[in-house]
């Protein structure tokens, strides 16, 4: 089964400043996408990024962009000029033709 | 942007009644799950649905849960008999491909409180 693993139940950024969110996942599937999913207090799941794992190119949008490294099965979310709007719960998600699976979520925290 | 409608957005149930969740997919989009999310933990898979029928359920999926799609528009969760810890926040997604190169669209939630 796949399993995706966020190890930082909460993280803290001055604003302004950078930050990143570690995913680490588990599979033995050669086709998938990574997707890091925002859920503001809305509790509404907004997608941030998605990486599509037969790339090598790291995805980037905008003041997101991600570290994916397929042989350590690693999906980190960097957020550059961080800003209060962007504090939320953090997802990071494995999709595969099996379906969908997400982490347990990263709290993040914007200190102004 | 297309988008996933759920309704109601709040839902306030009695222990032991039936309630209904509906959800409209975007209009061709082919296949359409359903998510919890337990107030401060993970969300959580339940159902996908291709074809009228279930294409695969989580063991949280058991009897007490069914899904429709009885118009060709609205896809429904209906949970028969609510207990206390059915208290969730449930979304709906939808997607017009099952492989891996499209992304699930999220419709806002419900919010389900069984008291």
């Known amino acids: 089964a796949q399993t995706v693993t966020q190890s930082q139940p909460e993280m803290s950024v001055q604003e302004a400043e950078t930050v990143t969110l570690s995913c680490t996942y588990d599979?033995?599937?050669?086709?998938?996408?990574l997707f890091w999913y925002k859920q503001p207090p809305s509790r509404q799941m907004i997608l941030v990024i998605r990486?599509?794992?037969?790339?090598?190119q790291n995805a980037t949008e905008n003041r997101f962009s991600v570290n994916f490294q397929k042989a350590a099965k690693s999906f980190s979310l960097k957020i550059s000029d961080s800003q209060l709007g962007d504090a939320a719960m953090y997802f990071c998600?494995?999709?595969?033709?099996?379906?969908?699976?997400f982490g347990a979520g990263t709290r993040l925290t914007v200190k102004p | 942007e297309p988008e996933v409608t759920q309704t109601p957005s709040h839902q306030v149930t009695q222990m032991g009644q039936e309630v209904i969740l509906r959800c409209v997919p975007i209009?061709?989009?082919?296949?359409f799950y359903w998510y919890r999310q337990i107030l401060g933990q993970k969300v959580e898979f339940l159902v996908s649905?291709?074809?009228?029928?279930?294409?695969?359920k989580s063991e949280i999926f058991d009897d007490q849960f069914s899904v429709e799609r009885p118009d060709g528009s609205n896809f429904t969760l209906k949970i028969r008999s609510t207990k206390l810890e059915d208290s969730a926040m449930y979304f709906c997604?939808?997607?017009?491909?099952?492989?891996?190169?499209?992304?699930?669209?999220f419709g806002s939630g419900t919010q389900l409180s069984v008291l």
């Open positions: 997604a939808s997607s017009d491909l099952t492989g891996t190169n499209e992304k699930l669209f």
């Open positions: 599979t033995s599937e050669s086709d998938y996408y």
């Open positions: 209009s061709n989009h082919l296949y």
């Open positions: 990486q599509e794992a037969y790339k090598q």
């Open positions: 998600a494995y999709r595969s033709v099996r379906g969908m699976r």
């Open positions: 649905f291709y074809n009228n029928e279930i294409s695969e």
